[in-house]
């Protein structure tokens, strides 16, 4: 089965998503992905669909359950390269993605996680004080 490539970028993991996704190809990213951040100790994920022409109400709440899982585990979710069509498909599919920080691309994106880290580190900081 094919896998969706996952790097690692300092403390965020990257995710390009360049082929259409399948239910099966989708669990496998999730499955993968949770593992990579537990390994990594990742602090974001980044996820670029801009590729993705359509997305279905499953793909939706996969990257819905992502971005919580990652809450979980200490890590943001931004989403990034959405377009305007699939947008206006998550809306009407009823899909908020309510955990899901969104950008227009990968520098916002990157830019939004960079802020978090920065935020948490000063945080850490002052816990020290």
């Given amino acids: 089965m094919d896998r969706i490539p996952i790097l690692k970028f300092g403390h965020a993991l990257l995710v390009t998503i360049q082929v ?5 190809l989708a669990t496998a990213l999730e499955e993968d992905l949770t593992a990579r951040i537990v390994t990594h100790n990742a602090r974001g994920v980044l996820i670029d669909i801009s590729a993705l022409e359509v997305v279905d109400s499953f793909i939706g709440r996969m990257l819905d359950n992502i ?3 990652s809450r979980i585990l200490d890590a943001d979710t931004v989403v990034v390269g959405m377009r305007p069509a699939v947008a206006i498909t998550l809306v009407e599919l009823g899909l908020s993605l309510t955990g899901v920080k969104t950008a227009l ?12 880290l920065a935020g948490a580190e000063a945080d850490d900081a002052d816990d020290e004080d």
């Fill in 67 to 69: 971005a919580a899982v």
């Fill in 105 to 116: 691309n990968v520098e916002r994106g990157m830019a939004m996680i960079h802020d978090r």
């Fill in 20 to 24: 259409d996704m399948h239910d099966r």
